[in-house]
C-alpha cells in the first residue's frame, strides 16, 4: 500500500489486530528528505522517470485544481490550504 500525505498532524488510523494478526509491516520515509540525499544523476533519472509516466497516463494522482502559468501566484495559493485533496497543477 502506498499513501501520499501532507505533512500534518492527523494520525494515520490502522487496526492494530489486523496488523498482528495478519504480520503486516509497514515502512515510511520522508520523500523531500530521501531526495535531498540522492545523488543529483540518481533523482535526475527518478524525476524524469516520473514526469514519463504520468504524461503516458500510467502514473495518476488526484488533482485538486489546475492552473496556467500566468495565474502562479493563485497556484502558489492553493498548492498552501491545508486538507487539499489533490494536487495543484501548472499548464503551459
Do not use: C, N, Y
Amino acid at each position: 500500500m502506498v499513501i501520499f500525505v501532507a505533512a500534518t498532524d492527523a494520525p494515520l488510523k490502522l487496526s492494530s489486530g489486523t496488523l498482528i494478526t495478519k504480520h503486516i509491516t509497514i515502512k515510511g520515509f520522508w520523500g523531500a528528505k530521501v531526495i535531498e540525499m540522492m545523488d543529483p544523476e540518481k533523482r535526475r533519472t527518478l524525476i524524469v522517470g516520473l514526469m514519463s509516466l504520468a504524461a503516458q497516463g500510467k502514473l495518476t494522482l488526484d488533482t485538486e485544481a489546475v492552473f496556467p502559468l500566468s495565474e502562479i501566484q493563485d497556484a502558489v495559493k492553493a498548492a498552501l490550504i491545508p486538507g487539499r485533496k489533490g494536487k495543484v497543477l501548472l499548464r503551459p
